[in-house]
C-alpha cells in the first residue's frame, strides 16, 4: 500500500522557519521524484520544489527559490523541506507528491494528505 505522510507543519511568525517531512512506503522511492505543492486558501494548488529519486537534482519555484531547500534521505524514505525566512502568502496546505519529475502536478502519481503551514504574527 502507497503511503506519504507528511509532519512538520504548524504556526510561524513572519520571519520564522519550518522544516516538512515526507515519510513514504510501498513503493520503489529511489526511483520517484519527490515533489512538494501547496494550495493556499482561494487559490490552485501549485509546484514548490522536487528533487530527483537520486537527490542529484532539485527544482524550485521562484517565490521560494533561496529560502527552502529540498532533500532526501532514500535510506529512511524521507523527503524534507527546509523552509526559512516564511512569510504570510506561504501560509498553505503543503502536500507531498512522488512522480516523474518538475512541478506540474500532471506528473505526480501518489499524494500524501497534507500538512498546514500558517504563517502569522
Known amino acids: 500500500q502507497v503511503q506519504l505522510v507528511e509532519s512538520g507543519g504548524g504556526l510561524v511568525q513572519p520571519g520564522g522557519s519550518l522544516r516538512l517531512s515526507c515519510a513514504a512506503s510501498g513503493f520503489p522511492f529511489d526511483y520517484y521524484f519527490i515533489g512538494w505543492f501547496r494550495q493556499a486558501p482561494g487559490k490552485e494548488r501549485e509546484g514548490v520544489s522536487s528533487?530527483?529519486?537520486?537527490?542529484?537534482?532539485?527544482l524550485y519555484a521562484d517565490s521560494v527559490k533561496g529560502r527552502f531547500t529540498i532533500s532526501r534521505d532514500n535510506a529512511k524514505k524521507t523527503v524534507f523541506l527546509q523552509m526559512n525566512s516564511l512569510n504570510t502568502e506561504d501560509t498553505a496546505v503543503y502536500y507531498c507528491?512522488?512522480?516523474?519529475?518538475?512541478?506540474?502536478?500532471?506528473?505526480?502519481?501518489?499524494w500524501g494528505q497534507g500538512t498546514q503551514v500558517t504563517v502569522s504574527s
Open positions: 507528491a512522488a512522480g516523474y519529475y518538475g512541478l506540474n502536478e500532471a506528473t505526480y502519481e501518489y
Open positions: 528533487i530527483s529519486g537520486s537527490g542529484g537534482s532539485a
